[in-house]
């Protein structure tokens, strides 16, 4: 579901762009409105399922409406922040990842794009025998529209469990997140919302649990991140 409404959002972009709304500030406009639309789609489609939970649907009708609270949300700080801000260097956000005792650390890579949506972004992997965790930085320039596939994951109280394992909201340091876990595969993330505008994301294979992860992110100065600009 993530992959998926993310895609429609970057393809609403898209053709925002190519009507010819070169301004920023059209932009901003142009993509407020959309997302608006979007919410305006989801609430009905919180309300249907809220109404198949009379039948046994509640889980879904729950999601729906979290997420169509979180969509209208998005909306609504586009419109009012007027228009999103340049992202920082990638290689701003490479200093910040840290030296992690007992495991070896990669080379940082990162990129950042300009169109259709300006972020940036970077990335280290760190290595110890089979374990891997993969530690990324993102800086959405405050774009809601980048973060607002999460918005169900961060929602208070969000949780799903499985056979399998588990996936919730949580708070990562003092930071809004969410993270999910595989129990048999000794897997999982660990996701963080830095200001309003920084994810920060450690994903990991075979680890010892979701502490891992969370000492990951934990050992990123995240208060600095929250000053950048």
């Not at 993530?2 to 429609?8: D, I």
């Not at 990129?111 to 992997?125: C, D, I, K, L, N």
């Amino acid at each position: 579901m993530r992959a998926t409404w993310y895609a429609a959002l970057v393809m609403a972009l898209v053709t925002t762009a190519a009507c010819g709304k070169s301004e920023e500030q059209k932009q901003a406009e142009a993509a407020a409105q959309q997302v608006k639309e979007a919410a305006a789609k989801f609430d009905e489609a919180a309300a249907q399922a809220a109404k198949q939970a009379e039948a046994g649907s509640t889980e879904m009708a729950k999601g729906l409406e979290a997420m169509a609270k979180g969509l209208a949300g998005a909306a609504s700080a586009v419109g009012s922040d007027g228009k999103p801000v340049d992202p920082v260097s990638f290689r701003d956000l490479q200093a910040l990842f840290p030296d992690l005792p007992g495991w070896e650390k990669g080379k940082p890579t990162g990129e950042r794009m300009t169109a259709p949506v300006a972020f940036s972004q970077a990335e280290v992997r760190y290595t110890k025998g089979d374990s891997r965790i993969e530690l990324k930085i993102v800086d959405s320039g405050f774009h809601q529209l980048l973060l607002a596939p999460y918005t169900m994951f961060l929602t208070s109280g969000f949780e799903r469990e499985t056979q399998n394992g588990y996936e919730k909201s949580t708070k990562v340091g003092n930071e809004p997140g969410w993270e999910k876990w595989n129990t048999a595969r000794k897997s999982g993330e660990v996701n963080a919302v830095v200001g309003k505008r920084f994810l920060v994301q450690a994903e990991g294979r075979d680890v010892e649990d979701i502490k891992v992860l969370h000492d990951a992110i934990g050992k990123t100065d995240l208060a600095k991140l929250a000053t950048m600009k």
